[in-house]
Nanobody, 121 residues
Framework: QVQLVESGGGLVQPGGSLRLSCAAS????????MGWYRQAPGKQRELVAT???????NYADSVKGRFTISRDNAKNTVYLQMNTLKPEDTAVYYC???????????????WGPGTQVTVSS
């Protein structure tokens, strides 16, 4: 599996902020809906936010108003700005790419290895 590369995770106090980044290859990034998912211990992986190539966004109810997903097409990078973090946000965050166009030699979905976000006082 071709993996995307996340960065920016870490430990932050409740109410603090973090920005996650995910870099992808140009071929994947330019043809994909990009997204962030998270998985807490003992929980199922859940969608956090997605962004299309045209900039349309979708957020989980639990993060609306606090998180912002964006993409920089020149850098082939998607970001997740996380503000007003809560302990409940603690999870491994995964970058996801879902191809919206069929490409020869490519699959239809790619995942990064994940980055840990811990919100604790």
């Amino acid at each position: 599996q071709v993996q995307l590369v996340e960065s920016g995770g870490g430990l932050v106090q409740p109410g603090g902020s973090l920005r996650l980044s995910c870099a992808a290859s140009e071929d994947i990034f330019s043809n994909s809906v990009m997204g962030w998912y998270r998985q807490a211990p003992g929980k199922q992986r859940e969608l956090v936010a997605t962004i299309s190539s045209g900039g349309s966004t979708n957020y989980a109810d639990s993060v609306k108003g606090r998180f912002t997903i964006s993409r920089d097409n020149a850098k082939n990078t998607v970001y997740l700005q996380m503000n007003t973090l809560k302990p409940e946000d603690t999870a491994v965050y995964y970058c996801n790419a879902r191809l919206s166009r069929i490409l020869i030699g490519y699959g239809n979905v790619y995942w990064g290895p994940g980055t840990q976000v811990t919100v604790s006082s």
